[in-house]
Structure formats: C-alpha cells, structure tokens
T-cell receptor, first 111, second 115 residues
C-alpha cells in the first residue's frame, strides 16, 4: 500500500472548519484513501473514504485532487470533541486488505 | 450499524499467566478480523490477520506461539497472550470488515497491564 504524509499536529478554533491535509504521491489506481480518527485511549473511528471523487457524509468531507496525489479531510464545524489523532491511510480494495497506520495528525480544537 | 466490541476493556495480570481478549462484531458478519497493538504515544501496529475457519496470518516479528488467535465464527475472534510479561503491556485493538466490504470497523480496545 502507498505511504502517506501528514503534518504531526494542527490547531483549530471551535466552530471553524478544520482542514487536514494528506499527501499520497505514490497511490496507485485501485487504492482508496481512508480517514480514521482516534480519540485518546479509544479504538479508531472510521470517518470517510474515497477513490477519486469528492465524498461527504455526516461527519466530514473528503476532497481528493484530480491527480489523486493528495487529499484533504474537512470537518466543517469543529468541536472540542473532534480533538483526536487523524489518520490518512491508502489501501487497496478487498476486505482482507490490511490498514497500515502512520503517525497521523494530532488535531487540537480549542475554544 | 457496524459495531465491534471487545472484552475485557482492561485487564491486569501477573507475569507468566495467559490472558484472552475477545473481539465481536455485533451486528454484522466478519470474514476477516485484524489485531493491532499500540504502545504509549505510538501508532497502531498490525499484529495479525484472522480469517474465519483458517489459520491467522502474522506480521513479521510477531510470535504466533505467544499470540494465539482463533476465529471460530463470523462474529468472534479471540487473541490469547500466553505467558505474558511486562513488555506485553499494551493497548490491544481489533477490527472487523463486513463480508464483501472494504471498510474496517474498530473495537474500543483492551488495555493489558502485566505486573
């Protein structure tokens, strides 16, 4: 699976949009971009995933560049409960394909 | 939907004893489950991939005789840490994927402390 690069930490004011970038320049054509987050001492939580089109769900939006070499996770109105480590993971298709976690981005949402 | 549970949520044991951790998919069937380990201030590291009805596939460096994995049904996988030592103290997390699907859903984790 392709590797990803994320900034180690970011801060965001509560109520503002949090934009978390991810670089995955070696992504191949059949690999998806997945985002998970991990709140302290809990298991990771699935947020969203996409292949090449932008995606939106009740939690977030995922913007993937046309060349698919980078993406941005957008939390439209961050709250204190969104403080967590956010992981961007590139993964092939198939339920048996494993997830390889990098170091992620520690997002801190402040008042 | 897609809820994964783990039991126990935390356990303290003496060195040399064995500990079993259960991972259950509550509202879906999971042909594949994964076991991860996370040390403090580190990321998740995959230990093994567990397929229902077959032997688990272990990642390089993970001792299969020490970390016994059983995936006897489509909703239950167990991880047994045999002859646990203090260096096995960690946060153990499982994940499960929907049969035929791609997304993995994670359990809440089990904190193991070996004295």
């Amino acid at each position: 699976d392709a590797k990803t690069t994320q900034p180690p930490s970011m801060d965001c004011a509560e109520g503002r949009a949090a934009n978390l970038p991810c670089n995955h320049s070696t992504i191949s054509g059949n690999e998806y971009v997945y985002w998970y987050r991990q709140i302290h001492s809990q298991g990771p939580q699935y947020i969203i995933h996409g292949l090449k089109n932008n995606e939106t769900n009740e939690m977030a939006s995922l913007i993937i560049t046309e060349d698919r070499k980078s993406s941005t996770l957008i939390l439209p109105h961050a709250t204190l409960r969104d403080t967590a480590v956010y992981y961007c993971i590139v993964r092939g298709t198939g339920g048996g394909n494993k997830l390889t976690f990098g170091t992620g981005t520690q997002l801190k949402v402040e008042l | 939907g897609a809820v994964v549970s783990q039991h126990p949520s935390w356990v303290i044991c003496k060195s040399g004893t064995s500990v079993k951790i259960e991972c259950r998919s509550l509202d879906f069937q999971a042909t594949t489950m994964f076991w991860y380990r996370q040390f403090p201030k580190q990321s998740l590291m995959l230990m093994a991939t567990s397929n229902e009805g077959s032997k688990a596939t272990y990642e390089q460096g993970v001792e299969k005789d020490k970390f016994l994995i059983n995936h006897a049904s489509l909703t239950l996988s167990t991880l047994t840490v045999t002859s646990a030592h203090p260096e096995d103290s960690s946060f153990y997390i499982c994940s499960a994927g929907l049969a035929g699907g791609d997304t993995q859903y994670f359990g809440p984790g089990t904190r193991l402390t070996v004295l």
